[in-house]
T-cell receptor
């Protein structure tokens, strides 16, 4: 079975500072990895995904993540935080491809951005 | 708008009652997933349907059931409701590896 660990429940950064949200996964086979964002009272929106190929993936809103197999990690970064980035962020893993993408989520990290 | 439509957005009901949550997937998506989000359990996968057939089952209680209809919309039925069933229920659909989520149905059991 696969699992996702997101250490810590809350990260606070200043506007303009680097954002780093950590995600480690456990999987017996090569995984597909995802980051989703959830704004208050909304659904989950896909930020980026890694399936195959380039290990550094770029997503929406300036976010990117790097798949590191040796470290079983898929950390999310953004060079400069914006107030609008305040939200909850979820890392997820799946083992399937195509239309059978059952996701296993981490517990989520709340990102706060200080003016 | 993600293209995945969930109704109703909010539902308040009493313990012991039965409710039905509805989901219309994005046009062309054959897979529908149901997830439950609660403070205690986080985001939990409940069940997946693909083109009308059950494809995968997760942490879904026996009191809960789902189906996907020929027009691909799906319904999640929750019965004998308990206070602990209060949660946000998401539907997602996909044609590829990254499901698209609806805005959810917030269920409150009183």
């Amino acid at each position: 079975a696969q699992s996702v660990t997101q250490l810590g429940s809350h990260v606070s950064v200043s506007e303009g500072a680097l954002v780093l949200l950590r995600c480690n996964y456990s999987s017996s086979v090569p995984p597909y990895l995802f980051w989703y964002v959830q704004y208050p009272n909304q659904g989950l929106q896909l930020l980026l995904k890694y399936t195959t190929g380039a290990t550094l993936v770029k997503g929406i809103n300036g976010f990117e993540a790097e798949f590191k197999k040796s470290e079983t990690s898929f950390h999310l970064t953004k060079p400069s935080a914006h107030m609008s980035d305040a939200a909850e962020y979820f890392c997820a893993v799946s083992l399937a491809s195509g239309a059978n993408s059952k996701l296993t989520f981490g517990k989520g990290i709340t990102l706060s951005v200080r003016p | 708008d993600s293209g995945v439509t969930q109704t109703p957005k909010h539902l308040i009901t009493a313990t012991g009652q039965r409710v039905t949550l509805r989901c219309s997937p994005r046009s062309g998506d054959l897979s529908v997933y149901w997830y439950q989000q609660s403070l205690d359990q986080g985001l939990q996968f409940l069940i997946q349907y693909y083109n009308g057939e059950e494809r995968a089952k997760g942490n879904i209680l026996e009191r809960f059931s789902a189906q996907q209809f020929p027009d691909l919309h799906s319904e999640l039925n929750l019965s004998s409701l308990e206070l602990g069933d209060s949660a946000l229920y998401f539907c997602a659909s996909s044609a590829g590896p990254a499901p698209t989520f609806g805005s959810g149905t917030r269920l409150t059991v009183v």
